[in-house]
């Protein structure tokens, strides 16, 4: 009730706790535990990590909020532990305890916690009572802020022994203190506005002095420096007086604390003069604490911890940086130091002789060593292979938090760094109570500076880290680079090669060596596939040699004198089973897929092309569709026949005998085909030509067609013939055995040009140019039969263009075009046409009828520009062959399908008499 009015504010900002996992949100509600030692009691409140902690006491429903002189006053201290709790020391007989006889003590607080992004800000109430019956005489304890002294009536003089002052009536009002200048009497309302404690309760009379208040002094006991208390409290009830003495001795760490690198040396007067009146005294009981907590020997030898008695002295001795301490920090010149704290207590009891007055002493110190240097250590810890860089700033005290960390490019508060993914945590040191901070941050970071080196790539960070000492809100930092060499990741690689028979792989591995699998065409190389292609390994490169007949090559294309087979090597990643490495290697293969023997006897192996997977080469047939192959499996198709059996066609050359025979899928599979189906297509010329002369036989094939890679799906069919009549009737013609022809330079020549497979009646087939030449289509001599559609008017035997009428043959006469040329035409300038072989070549246009777009389309001789859209080729071949169209329009988005013949086509390059190649052009489409 007397100290109530005190309206300061006591801030206790406590330090960052240790032992934070990782500053990653987590918002802790700090434990509060309560604990009655003796004649204190010990509130706990934490871990704080920096949060701000108000303390108020309740006392009538009123908090008072405790300022430090209330503090000193009344009987509160505050302190803190290596583990950032707040420790609230409380006598029992503070100034707001609710005492119960001298036996219960009953003190109520109020917790104001300021929350922070690790603490939840919250209001506790505590309110704790103690038993305490052991009283002595007088207890004593020296707290760092304040000393008090609770003196029992009881034990004064023998006469006055019975007397409770304060039940008699009796009042306190003079506090005479002793110092060295003399007595100083004080009202005791004077002594309190002074900060002195005053009270008494039933039993005893309390006083409290503040560590330096003016009224005390210090004294040399037993050399070691005292700060000492020493009254006399008059008690007044009427004309009646009496007195009270009262005296507490303290230490102070000055004088009374040595210290060396590793120890700390406390002397405790044993006898402590001012307080024992008659020279004898018995010491009956020491006890050693930490943080206001006795410990047992056993503890105190775990701690390296020792206190031992001589005649003069109890002396302490601690080990600096052991447990029961913590490090403070301190920043003196941009120069990072710590000193050791600690909170020893020791506890003495003893009896004087004289008046068997037993006094109870305690004492809480602080002691406090020397700033010691604390050169801070950045420990790269990083493996590069983890591609992270790892590192361990230390040793800090716990008072040090890490704030922000410095990048060139920016500033990140401890919150970006956890957005950002780096990994920060704080960890206590296991043998001293120093901790360090801990930083990952992945070499993937935009931080992170990359500089290519000699097959290795150079990672390397610089970063400020921004600390800051939490109580003084000090701010620091401490610069640190890393660098970290990475080799660099080569994968393995895959050459290769061929003879004539055999493909030769050899794969080097990569920097992380053998680590992948291996697919030869679609085939996973195992063990005994291994085996079969003569695998050979040394450490750094394995090499096969796969043989060009193997299953695993796939044949691309079949020419007359080889074969190009393509070997696929790929390396995959078995764990990801993604591919590392792609690799082919095609080659040509010489090769005689027909043979033509003297006796006439014909052989001819077909082999299934990549581009035609869905071929079943046992489907394969000769010209007669009854001369299947001899042998076949899902690769080939191997066919034995005679030049007079199967549908082999004859022709005559001036010095040799050709024999050409097919080997496709039967026709009926073609007749009942839907033009835009996906069936597969086939078709591989075998040729033999015996030496009419020599009777040596020589073996040639044409290219089958798809021996391109082309889109199946892009697929339609045209087929252009062009067939030479007999007469003008046009009702025989020629048939494909009898070319060459003999003609007379007289004789004029009916040609006959038909598009096949077409019903739309409104298409049209055009033809552009026809010309003569004696080889290729673009040799020379060229003679121009056809220009633009028109006779060549410069040709002094014209072209004749002959009308179609329907017939039985003739369907649509529009898909027919007619014309006869005289062999004059191919006289001029020519003196020797024997033995010569002329080729008649036309470009054809196929119109829309509906949609007469110009050019020859529009049927009038005049020249037209064309309009060229898309690019299609066209193979037609010789006689009833077929021609076979592949389009895919370049420019337009689609591939066209045919059976809309919506579209003006042009086909060019009909080349007679051989087997050809014609381009198609596109020429315009509706809108
Ligand atoms: C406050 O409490 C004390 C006892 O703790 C009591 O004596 C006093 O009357 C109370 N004062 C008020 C204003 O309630
Ligand atoms: C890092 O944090 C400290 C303390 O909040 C602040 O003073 C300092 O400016 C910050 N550093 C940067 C570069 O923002
Ligand atoms: C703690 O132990 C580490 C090694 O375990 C040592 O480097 C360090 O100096 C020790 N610290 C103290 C204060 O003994
Ligand atoms: C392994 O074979 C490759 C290719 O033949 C060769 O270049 C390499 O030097 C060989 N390595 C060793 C260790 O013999
Ligand atoms: C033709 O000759 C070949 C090779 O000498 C032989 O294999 C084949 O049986 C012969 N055919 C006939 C019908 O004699
Ligand atoms: C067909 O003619 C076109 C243009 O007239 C030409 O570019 C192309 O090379 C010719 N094709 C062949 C196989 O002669």
């Known amino acids: 009730m007397l100290y109530l009015i005190f309206g300061f504010r006591w801030l206790f900002l406590l330090l960052v706790a240790a032992n934070i996992e990782a500053q990653k949100n987590v918002i802790l509600i700090p434990d509060i535990k309560t604990k009655c030692l003796g004649n204190i009691m010990l509130v706990e409140v934490g871990p ?58 009953t003190t109520a607080l109020q917790l104001h916690l300021h929350g922070n992004q690790f603490v939840k800000g919250e209001l506790h109430q505590v309110v704790e009572t103690c038993q305490y019956n052991a009283w002595a005489s007088r207890e004593v304890i020296c707290d760092y802020n304040y000393m008090e002294v609770a003196q029992s009536f009881q034990t004064l003089g023998e006469q006055r022994s019975c007397n409770l002052p304060v039940d008699l009536g009796f009042r306190a009002t003079t506090v005479v203190f002793f110092t060295p200048e003399g007595e100083k009497p004080m009202s005791v309302a004077d002594a309190q506005r002074r900060g002195y404690g005053i009270r008494n309760t039933p039993t005893r009379l309390v006083l409290r002095s503040p560590m330096m208040a003016p009224e005390t002094y210090m004294q040399q006991v037993a050399g070691v420096p005292m700060r000492v208390f020493k009254t006399s409290t008059i008690f007044e009830k009427k004309w009646l007086a009496t007195q009270v003495d009262a005296a507490a001795a303290c230490p102070i760490q000055e004088g009374s604390v040595f210290l060396t690198q ?90 004087e002789d004289a008046t068997n007055e037993q006094t109870r002493y305690k004492v809480l110190f602080h002691i406090a060593t020397h700033l010691v240097p604390q050169p801070l250590e950045l420990i790269d810890k990083t493996v590069p292979g983890e591609m992270t860089f790892k590192m361990v700033l230390g040793h800090f005290a716990v008072d040090v938090a890490l704030i922000n960390i410095t990048f060139p490019a920016e500033v990140l508060s401890m919150a970006d760094c956890s957005v950002r993914g780096f990994n920060i945590l704080e960890h206590m040191s296991p043998n001293s109570s120093m901790k360090v901070f801990t930083l990952e941050v992945p070499f993937s970071d935009p931080a992170v500076l990359k500089q290519a080196g000699d097959g290795v790539t150079i990672f390397s960070l610089h970063l400020t880290f921004g600390l800051m000492l939490m109580d003084e ?42 680590n992948f699998q291996t697919l030869v065409g679609k085939r996973l190389m195992t063990p005994s596939l291994a085996q079969h292609y003569d695998y050979m390994e040394n450490g750094t490169h394995f090499s096969f040699v796969v043989p060009f007949s193997s ?34 290697v095609a080659c040509n293969f ?35 569709p009854s001369c299947g192959p001899v042998f076949s499996n899902d690769r080939y198709a191997f066919f034995v026949f005679t030049v007079n059996s199967c549908g082999t066609k004859r022709k005559f050359m001036s010095n040799a005998m050709l024999y050409e025979n097919e080997i496709s899928l039967p026709d009926e599979d073609l007749a009942k085909k839907d033009p835009n189906s996906k069936e597969p297509e086939y078709d591989l010329k075998v040729s033999c030509v015996y030496d009419i002369d020599t009777n040596q036989a020589v073996a040639f094939n044409t290219r089958p067609r798809r021996s391109e890679p082309y889109a199946e799906n892009s ?25 060459p022809i003999a003609k007379y330079l007289q004789q004029p020549l009916y040609f006959e040009v038909e598009l096949l497979k077409s019903t739309n009646p409104l298409v049209s087939l ?8 004696k080889g290729e289509r673009t040799s020379q001599p060229r003679w121009n039969l056809i220009i633009n559609g028109c ?34 035409a191919f006289a001029e300038g020519e003196e020797d046409l024997n033995a010569k072989v002329i080729f008649v070549h036309c470009d054809v246009v196929i119109c829309d009828a509906k949609n007469p777009l110009g050019g020859v389309c529009g049927k009038q001789c005049s020249k037209t520009k064309e309009m060229i859209r898309g690019e299609f080729e066209i193979e037609v071949q010789l006689g009833g062959g077929r021609g076979m169209l592949y389009y895919c329009a370049l420019s337009s988005l689609d591939c066209i399908n045919l059976n809309l013949l919506l579209f003006c086509w042009q086909v060019k390059n009909v080349t007679f008499l051989r087997s050809w190649i014609l381009n198609m052009y596109q020429l315009d489409q509706y809108a």
């Open 551 to 584: 299953p695993d090559v796939a044949v691309e294309a079949i020419q007359s004198s080889f074969i190009k087979g393509r070997l696929d090597v790929i390396l995959n990643n078995p764990e990801t089973n993604s591919e590392i490495q792609e690799f082919s």
């Open 766 to 773: 055009e033809l552009e140019n026809c010309w003569a030449t």
């Open 473 to 514: 809100l000090e701010f620091f930092s401490y610069n640190a680079h890393l660098e970290a060499v990475v080799q660099n990741i080569v994968p393995p690689s895959v050459s290769g090669g061929c003879d004539k028979e055999n493909f030769y792989v050899l794969v080097k591995y990569g920097s992380r060596g053998y």
């Open 590 to 624: 010489l090769s005689t897929l027909t043979e033509c023997f003297p006796n006439g006897t014909m052989t001819a192996l077909a082999l299934k092309l990549e581009s035609v997977p869905s071929l079943n080469p046992s489907k394969l047939t000769l010209e007669d």
């Open 262 to 351: 590793k120890t700390i040396t406390w002397y405790l007067p044993r006898q402590m003069d001012p307080m024992i009146s008659s020279g004898q005294f018995k010491l009956l009981e020491v006890h050693f604490g930490i943080n206001g907590q006795r410990l047992n020997p056993l503890e105190l030898q775990a701690r390296g911890y020792s206190v031992a008695l001589n005649d003069f002295y109890v002396i302490t001795e601690l080990p600096i940086g052991g447990v029961g301490g913590y490090y403070k920090s301190h920043i003196q010149d941009d120069k990072y130091y710590v000193s050791y704290m600690i909170e020893p207590m020791l506890e003495l009891l003893w009896t």
């Open 715 to 739: 697929k339609g069919q045209l087929q252009v013939v062009m067939r030479l009549a007999m007469d003008e009737s046009y009702s025989k013609f020629q048939s494909t055995e009898d070319y």
């Open 48 to 105: 704080l990590r920096g949060s701000f902690l108000d303390v108020a006491v309740i006392m009538n429903n009123t908090a008072v909020l405790l300022t430090p002189s209330i503090a000193t006053q009344c009987g509160f201290s505050m302190k803190h532990d290596q583990f950032g709790n707040a420790l609230i020391y409380i006598s029992l007989q503070n100034c707001f305890s609710q005492n119960v006889e001298d036996k219960t003590f």
């Open 791 to 824: 006779p060549n008017p410069v040709d002094p035997y014209q072209v004749v263009f002959h009308p179609v009428w329907a017939d039985a043959r003739v369907r649509y006469p529009s898909h027919f075009k007619r014309f006869e040329v005289k062999m004059f």
